[in-house]
C-alpha cells in the first residue's frame, strides 16, 4: 500500500474491534480491513454476526459464510484473508466439548433441555459466544489479526462485558449453590429446601428448573476453565494491541450513536483508534457551495442558462456535503488526534472483492 491503513492507527494491532450503528456499513468494513491487512502482508481473519449472503459475495465465497474460518482467495496477494460468521450455537457445543472432562460430560451437556433452549436464544449468550470466538482466534497460530464486527453500538457493549459478567457470574452465591450438589458428591438437590430456588421455580416452573439445576450441575469442574478463558479475553480487550474503529455515516443519530459508544470505551478504560464515515457525499471539486451558487448566478445572467443548471446542481451537491461535515463537528471533536477517514457514497452497492478494495483505497492515508 502507498499509505498506511486508517493513518497508521492499525499498525502492529492483533486484534480490531469494529463498532457503530446498524446500517452503517460495520460489516462491509470489517471486510475491508481484513482484505488491506491481508494486502500489506498479514494473515487476517474476519468474524462478523451478520448472516447477510452479500459479504459472502463480496469475498467471493458462493456457499455463504461457515461458522469455522474459511480461506478467500485473493490472486497477487502475499498475505492472507480468512472470514467465518458466528454460529452462536454451534460455537457453545464446540466450547462445552472442547473443555469437558469428558464425551460423557459433554453428551450430558448438549443434551439437557436447558442448554438446547439457551443456546442460541438466551440474552448476553450471542455475545459471550462471540467473546470466545475471539479467544480461538486470538490464539490460532494462523492468523496475526482479527478483525471482529460487533452488534449494533449498545450490543456491542455487551460484547465487551459478557467476559467479566460471565466471571462475576461464576462467583455469584445462586450459581455456587447450583453447583453444591456436583462439589459434594449429590445427586440430587431439594430446591424446596432453598429459599431462592423454591422462589425461581414458582416462576419458571419446577421441571424448567430442574433442567437448570442439572445443566450447572453438569458443568462441574469446567468453571475454572470458563472463569480463565473469560478473564483472558478481558486481557485481550485491554491489550494496547487492541485496536477499536467506530463506523458511522454522516448523519446526526449514527454521529450521537458514535460519540456516546465513545464515551462508554473511555469508562471502560479503552479508547477509539480511528473512526470511519461511510456514504459521505462529495464536494465536487474545490469551492463551497456558496461559490457555486454565485457561479450559477453569474452564467444566467450571462444568458447561459445549461451552464447555469450545472452549477446549481453543484451548489446543491456542495450543501448536502457541507451538512453532513457540520453533523461530524462532535464525532471529530471527541477522536482528538485520532484519524478520521471518509468512503465516499459510491454508483453501486458492494458486490465483489473489487468493489472492497475501491472502498480500501479510500481508507489509506492520514484521515
Known amino acids: 500500500m502507498s499509505a498506511p491503513l ?3 492507527a492499525l499498525d502492529d494491532a492483533s486484534v480490531v474491534v ?3 450503528s446498524g446500517g452503517v456499513g460495520k460489516t462491509t468494513t470489517a471486510a475491508v480491513l481484513g482484505l488491506e491487512a491481508a494486502r500489506a502482508g498479514r494473515r487476517a481473519v474476519v468474524v462478523t454476526i451478520d448472516p447477510a449472503r452479500r459479504l459472502a459475495d463480496a469475498l467471493g465465497l458462493p456457499g455463504g459464510l461457515a461458522d469455522t474460518p474459511t480461506r478467500v482467495e485473493l490472486p497477487d496477494v502475499s498475505g492472507e484473508l480468512w472470514a467465518m460468521m458466528l454460529d452462536t450455537s454451534a ?5 462445552v466439548r472442547a473443555n469437558a472432562g469428558s464425551d460423557e460430560q459433554a453428551d450430558r451437556i448438549v443434551e439437557n433441555r436447558f442448554y438446547q433452549n439457551i ?18 482466534l486470538h490464539d490460532d497460530p494462523r492468523f496475526d489479526l482479527v478483525v471482529v464486527d460487533t452488534p449494533p453500538s449498545r450490543n456491542a457493549l455487551d ?7 460471565l466471571a462475576r457470574f461464576l462467583e455469584h452465591r445462586a450459581f455456587r449453590l447450583l453447583m453444591l450438589p456436583a462439589r459434594g458428591g449429590l445427586r440430587v438437590l431439594n430446591t424446596a429446601a432453598q429459599p431462592i430456588l423454591r422462589a425461581i421455580g414458582k416462576v419458571v416452573g419446577s421441571d424448567v428448573l430442574a433442567d437448570a439445576v442439572a445443566f450447572f450441575q453438569a458443568f462441574s469442574g469446567m468453571e475454572v476453565g470458563f472463569r480463565e478463558r473469560a478473564e483472558d479475553v ?3 480487550l485491554h491489550s494496547p494491541d487492541t485496536r477499536f474503529v467506530l463506523v458511522a455515516s454522516p448523519r446526526r443519530d449514527t454521529v450521537t450513536e458514535a460519540v456516546w459508544f465513545a464515551d ?9 483508534a480511528a473512526a470511519v464515515v461511510n456514504r459521505a457525499h462529495p464536494r465536487f471539486g474545490t469551492g463551497d457551495a456558496a461559490q457555486a451558487a454565485d457561479e450559477a448566478s453569474r452564467c444566467a445572467a450571462d444568458g447561459q442558462a445549461a451552464v447555469a443548471a450545472l452549477w446549481a446542481n453543484v451548489a446543491e451537491l456542495r450543501l448536502v456535503a457541507e451538512r453532513e461535515h457540520a453533523e461530524l463537528g462532535p464525532l471529530v471533536e471527541r477522536l482528538g488526534d485520532a484519524p478520521l477517514l471518509e468512503v465516499p457514497l459510491l454508483d453501486g452497492d458492494v458486490h465483489d472483492l473489487a468493489s472492497l478494495a475501491e472502498i480500501g483505497s479510500h481508507l489509506t492515508g492520514p484521515g
Open 119 to 136: 443456546a442460541g436464544t438466551l440474552s448476553g449468550t450471542q455475545e459471550y459466544m462471540a467473546s470466545e470466538a475471539l479467544h480461538q
Open 91 to 95: 460455537m457453545f457445543e464446540s466450547v
Open 6 to 8: 486508517l493513518g497508521g
Open 234 to 236: 478481558m486481557a485481550v
Open 18 to 20: 469494529c463498532c457503530g
Open 264 to 272: 462508554q470505551l473511555v469508562e471502560q478504560g479503552l479508547e477509539v
Open 159 to 165: 460484547f465487551l462485558e459478557a467476559p467479566g459478567v
